[in-house]
């Protein structure tokens, strides 16, 4: 049997429904986890920058970097203080796998929930560290709730909202990452100078946004689909009505009752996803999850305020200027979610696909032609530097940052969607750990050359944009397969009708 079937010779129409101030509301609470998600990737850079916290877990790091002039690209390379930014993200990998099961089996609400108690014993482990061991397990904790929510973060907004604002809605999901950037950024900015404990202060502020997502998981609905999904019809229906503001729900009930059916039936939703017709999607999934990281842009948010040390700013001028850089984000990420629903996903993608391979190549050559191991930038010349990255920011906020969340929680049919949304959300971390244990060695060994290799990557990325990803503008997510992945030049050759997949099929 086909994978989605539909009764609209698979275009069906837009579904009737207001945007509720209720939906507003589990958009904003949901969306917290977005905020914890960023504030630890701008915290990390922060602290790992602060003499106090460098003194206490990198004695080593303090020493080198007191011998600056000996190498500006090599002064915070140590391969442990690169593990305290990344085991995070490692955790991440591994929880989402087990965020996927419960998010198919307990719903989205719950998988939150139990990712906002993750986050707050994590913050509290951080923050209250006495010894290294104590902190990085601290950050594995943390980056259990990082797996969580973003597991069911991006699949809740997707199936909450109305297909004519999803991109909008989904991507507060990123405009509370960058606002959790920017946060950190002025929190760092302030406890620096705050001794012996400011990064205490920093990490453990963390608390705030985790305690707030824990609550607030209890006030919000689980969403309509995940019922239907889970044999709950009638709370489904009722929870459909309250979220649409509308009694006039039939079609939009039918089509997600439909595709419920048709995901009941999967017996192993991952080996599904390794059948034809669910490579388009998945292969979508986990290449832009790649991109978004090898754009470069968690290198610099991660370690903004050392890459502006290297270039000759002072601690509190470093910090400053990675203020500057996260309100560019936050502002960015804005534009983003006026213009996705009316521009399109693959224009603001190609867009700033040519808008980062510019800033890139720009930055690379001035670090390369007037930044020695020894001395730094003049004051012009760094004051570019930061003007180039927020100019790299913003192509960055207002297309892969967003949509690299936006497009895998929207084109998996039901039966996959969690497992699917799972292996990106892996890929995620996985290339997120990569580049935070990777960032600081690259600098050293690759010094002004790193910033030629992003640029590579993100020529590679709009090439594929271009050619292989398909638009997904307005589309119903139950509709995604007939819509849009049967229509797709290359794709389409890959949904063949699963009629005879036994191994996928319960049999009656």
């Known amino acids: 049997m086909p994978a989605v079937i539909t009764s609209h010779g698979g275009h069906i129409p837009e579904h009737d429904g207001k945007i509720t101030f209720y939906v507003i509301l589990c958009v904003i609470i949901?969306?917290?986890?977005?905020?914890?998600?960023g504030y630890d990737i701008g915290i990390s850079g922060g602290v790992t920058a602060m003499?106090?916290?460098?003194?206490?877990?990198?004695?080593?790091?303090?020493?080198?970097?007191?011998?600056?002039?000996?190498d500006n690209y090599c002064k915070y390379d140590n391969e442990y203080l690169q593990l305290f930014t990344s085991s995070l993200y490692i955790a991440a990998l591994v929880a989402s796998f087990a965020a996927s099961k419960v998010c198919s089996k307990f719903g989205r609400r719950t998988t939150l929930q139990i990712g906002s108690f993750f986050f707050v014993a994590g913050v509290a482990l951080q923050a209250g560290g006495v010894n290294l061991t104590m902190v990085v397990f601290g950050r594995i904790v943390l980056g259990?709730?990082?797996g969580?929510?973003?597991?069911?973060?991006?699949l809740f907004l997707s199936e909450l909202a109305p297909a004519r604002i999803r991109g909008a809605l989904n991507i507060c999901f990123q405009l509370f990452i960058t606002i959790g950037i920017l946060i950190a950024g002025i929190i760092n900015y302030f406890t620096s100078n705050i001794h012996p404990h400011g990064w205490r202060i920093s990490l453990g502020l963390a608390g705030v946004p985790a305690v707030i997502l824990l609550v607030g998981s209890f006030a919000i609905c689980e969403t309509p689909t995940s019922l239907i999904e889970r044999d709950q019809i009638d709370q489904g229906k009722a929870t459909l009505r309250r979220i649409r503001g509308t009694d006039n729900i039939a079609a939009e009930f039918d089509s997600i009752v439909i595709a419920s059916e048709a995901a009941r039936r999967v017996k192993n939703p991952f080996r599904k996803l390794m059948r034809p017709s669910s490579r388009p999607p998945l292969v979508i999934a986990i290449v832009l999850q790649v991109f978004q990281q090898f754009?470069?842009?968690?290198?610099?948010?991660?370690?903004?305020?050392?890459?502006?040390?290297?270039v000759g700013f002072g601690n509190n001028a470093a910090l400053l200027s990675t203020v500057i850089t996260g309100l560019v984000n936050v502002?960015?990420?804005?534009?983003?979610?006026?213009?996705?629903?009316?521009?399109?996903?693959?224009?603001?993608?190609?867009?700033?696909?040519v808008q980062m391979?510019?800033?890139?190549?720009?930055?690379?050559l001035l670090l390369l032609l007037h930044l020695k191991p020894a001395g730094s930038l003049s004051s012009a010349e760094a004051i570019v530097v930061v003007v180039l990255v927020c100019v790299y920011v913003m192509g960055f906020a207002w297309s892969w940052g967003p949509l690299g969340w936006l497009i895998p929680s929207e084109t998996f049919p039901l039966e996959t969607r969690t497992a699917g949304f799972a292996c990106a959300v892996s890929s995620n971390m996985l290339c997120t750990f990569i580049i935070a244990q990777a960032f600081l060695s690259m600098m050293c060994h690759m010094k002004a050359g790193i910033?030629?290799?992003?640029?590579?990557?993100?020529?590679?990325?709009?090439?594929?944009?271009?050619?292989?990803?398909?638009?997904?503008?307005?589309?119903?997510?139950?509709?995604?397969?007939?819509?849009?992945?049967?229509?797709?030049?290359?794709?389409?050759?890959?949904?063949?009708?699963?009629?005879?997949?036994?191994d996928n099929v319960i049999k009656g």
């Open 451 to 502: 910033f030629f290799f992003f640029a590579a990557w993100i020529l590679v990325m709009g090439l594929f944009t271009l050619f292989l990803l398909p638009e997904t503008k307005g589309v119903p997510v139950d509709s995604m397969v007939e819509r849009v992945w049967k229509q797709h030049w290359f794709w389409k050759r890959y949904m063949i009708d699963d009629e005879n997949d036994d």
């Open 30 to 37: 949901s969306a917290f986890g977005g905020l914890l998600f």
């Open 331 to 353: 502002f960015s990420t804005l534009v983003s979610i006026y213009t996705v629903d009316k521009a399109g996903r693959r224009m603001l993608l190609l867009e700033a696909c």
């Open 148 to 154: 969580f929510g973003n597991q069911a973060v991006p």
């Open 357 to 364: 391979f510019i800033t890139q190549t720009v930055i690379g």
């Open 144 to 146: 259990c709730g990082v």
């Open 51 to 70: 003499d106090d916290f460098l003194i206490k877990f990198f004695p080593d790091v303090y020493e080198k970097k007191k011998h600056a002039h000996e």
């Open 295 to 310: 754009t470069g842009i968690n290198a610099i948010m991660f370690y903004a305020p050392v890459l502006f040390q290297t």
